[in-house]
Structures are given as C-alpha cells and as structure tokens.
C-alpha cells in the first residue's frame, strides 16, 4: 500500500505539471472504486484552476479556485499516470488540461477520491481526529509523551494510530524504530523519554530519505512518471527476516505478527 512518502512524491510529481493550470475536461469511467465518486465531481471541477497541491497524512489534495480540494486515497495498488500513450481498462477518472492528461489509475479499485470545502478541509470525516504531521512542528517528543503515557499497547502499534500521529505506515515506523533503537513489542507508556527524543528525529529521517529516493515501490506502485523509487534498497529490517543486522552489535532481523501486521526488527540491539 503507498504510504506518506510515496503519497508525497506523487503530489510532488502532479504539481510540476497541474499546479496553475485549468482543468478542461473531466471523465468518470466508472461509478465508484473503494467509495462512489461523488455525483457532481465532473461538473464541479470542469472549468477550474488547480491553485495547489497538497498532502495530509496519506491523503493528496489537489486544491481549485472554486473553494473546494480534490482528496484521493490512493489504497492497495492506485497511482496517477501523466500522459499516458494509452487508456488503460483501470483508468477510472481523467483529467485533462490544455497540455496535459492525468488517469487515476488502480487495478484493485481500494483507493477513493472526494471532493471537500477547502475552508472545511480539517474537519472533514478523514482527517477530523488526526494527529500532527510526522514532518510538522507538531510532532516532539512531549506530544508523544503525552499520547502514549500509561498505554499497554506496543508501541509499533500506537504509531501506526492515526490520531497519534498521522500517515506513519508500516515499512517507515519498522524503520524508524530500528533507527531509534527501540523495541516494537514495548509498551507505549514505558518509553524513556530519551528513546523518545530519539524517536521523533528518526521518524523524520527515514520519511525524507524515503520521499527523496522516490519512495519504497513494493508491487504495484510507481511515481507518475512511471520510474520506481528505490529506497527499498535502504531497508535496516523491513522485509528482511533472518538476515543479519547491519549494525556491528545487532544480531538476526526477526518478523512477528502484531495487530494482524508484520514487524522486522532486531532483538539485539533494539531495546
């Protein structure tokens, strides 16, 4: 599933070629994917102008001069493709500039697309109970401090808790955990406050490492200009079960189930 470095490097893609331009054709090729679309999603956004793009969570928002923004979830296997020399049967909604063609395409049909009130945009259903983003100012180690203290839950699986923090997925938060040295099967509230300061840099690092790489593409993801992004060349422990930590005090990456997920990380030198 494309998680916020990918999302981020889609949004990215889009804007080079959507920020500013008109949108002058719009085509629905099907009546729904995860969700309908909504029924008047055509005649709303005939005839405007994208004013920006954007990203919350794991979310892109393309933003117009009508005062309303284009969600998309891009779930299991969505990407936009930008001019592409064909239609292709998963095509399910168009849009067209003057210049150029963007096709949401997803061949499993999770993702899903709104369109919101831009002024309304925070207190919309997907994003009204999420946390701060992991590379705003709202994440610190104090408001970490704060979400987890007395909770008994792992604290892998409080991190991928939206209203925690918002858009951590499962590849960067096994990372980012490797990277801080903490154990994922460790309660939340007995985190150190210094495992902690670790954290909140690590969380950072591996996402602007993974969206300057173009991000992780597993299966069927890609950037809209069709290239891969590497950074599953970085993986420390993600996907890497029985193989040997790279650090010279670690020991063998091991993967367990938690919360019906994978996690890899390495018992040694992750405490």
Not at 150 to 163: F, M, P, S, V, Y
Request: proline share 6%.
């Amino acid at each position: 599933m494309p998680e916020l470095p990918e999302v981020e490097t889609t949004v990215r893609g889009l804007a080079r070629h959507l920020e500013g331009e008109r949108i002058v054709r719009v085509a629905v090729n099907r009546p729904d994917m995860r969700r309908p679309f909504p029924p008047d999603l055509a005649q709303m956004l005939t005839g405007a102008r994208v004013t920006g793009l954007g990203r919350r969570a794991k979310f892109g928002l393309v933003h117009t001069d009508r005062g309303q923004t284009l969600v998309f979830h891009l779930g299991m296997s969505g990407r936009w493709r930008i001019d592409p020399a064909k239609a292709e049967r998963h095509d399910h909604l168009v849009l067209e500039t003057a210049d150029h063609r963007f096709a949401l395409n997803d061949a499993r049909r999770f993702g899903w697309v709104d369109l919101v009130e831009t002024a309304a945009l925070d207190e919309a259903p997907a994003f009204a109970a999420m946390g701060p983003e992991p590379l705003g100012p709202g994440l610190t180690a104090r408001h970490l401090r704060a979400a987890l203290a007395g909770r008994r839950q792992a604290i892998k699986l409080l991190l991928l808790d939206q209203r925690i923090v918002a858009g951590l997925g499962n590849i960067y938060v096994c990372e980012a955990l490797f990277r801080a040295r903490i154990d994922p099967r460790k309660a939340g509230g007995r985190v150190s406050r210094a495992a902690l300061e670790r954290l909140v840099p690590a969380i950072r690092e591996v996402l602007e490492q993974a969206i300057a790489d173009g991000g992780s593409s597993l299966r069927d993801y890609a950037r809209p200009d069709g290239e891969l992004g590497y950074f599953a060349t970085r993986f420390a422990v993600y996907g890497r079960e029985g193989e040997p930590c790279h650090r010279r005090d670690g020991g063998t990456v091991r993967r367990l189930a938690q919360g019906g997920r994978s996690t890899w990380f390495c018992p040694r030198c992750q405490r």
